[in-house]
């Protein structure tokens, strides 16, 4: 079992940055894939980023490759999303998810979610 704990999503205006935590705790291996994934409203859930937790390869959507950053921290236990240059499309519910597949994998793939965090940009 694997447990994810999202957080760090708020309120910003166009052009401000935020950046999302994801704790991780239980049997997690080199071989997972850390994703962020993102909802908004009546839309499908996303892959916005994703990263082996091994480190090294990471995979970002085409719509948010130069603006946001996916990154592991082994020691901590933590998986972060840099978000910079928010645009008001990047508004969703964001969560961080886990899972033995490959970066590009879509969200009915992934085995184990956070409970979600709000990103909202003003334009």
């Known amino acids: 079992q694997v447990q994810l704990v999202d957080s760090g999503g708020g309120l910003v205006q166009a052009g401000g940055s935020l950046r999302l935590s994801c704790s991780v705790s239980?049997?997690?291996?080199?071989?997972?894939?850390m994703g962020w994934f993102r909802q908004a409203s009546g839309k499908e859930r996303e892959l916005v980023a994703a990263?082996?937790?091994?480190?090294?390869?990471?995979r970002n959507a085409d719509s948010v490759k130069a603006r946001f950053t996916i990154s592991r921290d082994s020691a901590k236990n933590m998986v972060y999303l840099q978000m910079n240059n928010l645009e008001p499309e990047d508004t969703a519910v964001y969560y961080c998810?886990?899972?033995?597949?490959?970066?590009?994998?879509?969200?009915?793939?992934?085995?184990?979610w956070g409970q979600g965090t709000r990103v909202t940009v003003s334009s």
């Open positions: 998810a886990a899972g033995r597949v490959l970066l590009s994998a879509g969200p009915g793939l992934y085995e184990y």
């Open positions: 239980g049997r997690t291996s080199g071989s997972y894939a």
């Open positions: 990263i082996r937790w091994s480190g090294g390869s990471t």
